[in-house]
């Protein structure tokens, strides 16, 4: 060993073992605090994934409620036009009438 005696040298090696269970410990803590967080960032993007998907369908249902009111009063405002055409036209028919009948 060069000049170094061999209880130095198992002094040195009784150190780094103790050096790298400390590591090894403080490694160990690590990793299980990581693994714990990551447990908990799925858990906030599951969670968000589902208020996401609420908030689409929700969305759409909204879409699809406007969209029928909007047919629905499309078809009001042609029904109301073609009374209005209907009952001018009968106002015209009526007035024609009376002149016919005051000659």
């Given at each position: 060993?060069?000049?170094?005696?061999?209880?130095?040298?198992?002094?040195?090696?009784?150190?780094?073992?103790?050096?790298?269970?400390?590591?090894?410990?403080?490694?160990?803590?690590?990793?299980?605090?990581?693994?714990?967080?990551?447990?908990?960032?799925?858990?906030?993007?599951?969670?968000?994934?589902?208020?996401?998907?609420?908030?689409?369908?929700?969305?759409?249902?909204?879409?699809?409620?406007t969209h029928n009111l909007t047919m629905q009063n499309a078809s009001l405002v042609n029904e109301?036009?073609?009374?209005?055409?209907?009952?001018?036209?009968?106002?015209?028919?009526?007035?024609?009438?009376?002149?016919?009948?005051?000659?």
């Amino acid at each position: 060993m060069s000049g170094v005696p061999a209880s130095q040298s198992y002094d040195d090696l009784l150190k780094q073992v103790e050096t790298l269970r400390t590591e090894n410990t403080s490694l160990r803590q690590e990793l299980q605090d990581n693994s714990s967080h990551l447990t908990k960032l799925e858990t906030e993007a599951s969670s968000m994934k589902d208020v996401l998907t609420n908030l689409q369908t929700a969305m759409q249902d909204d879409l699809d409620s406007t969209h029928n009111l909007t047919m629905q009063n499309a078809s009001l405002v042609n029904e109301m036009a073609s009374s209005m055409l209907d009952q001018n036209s009968n106002a015209k028919g009526q007035s024609v009438g009376l002149a016919n009948l005051a000659k």
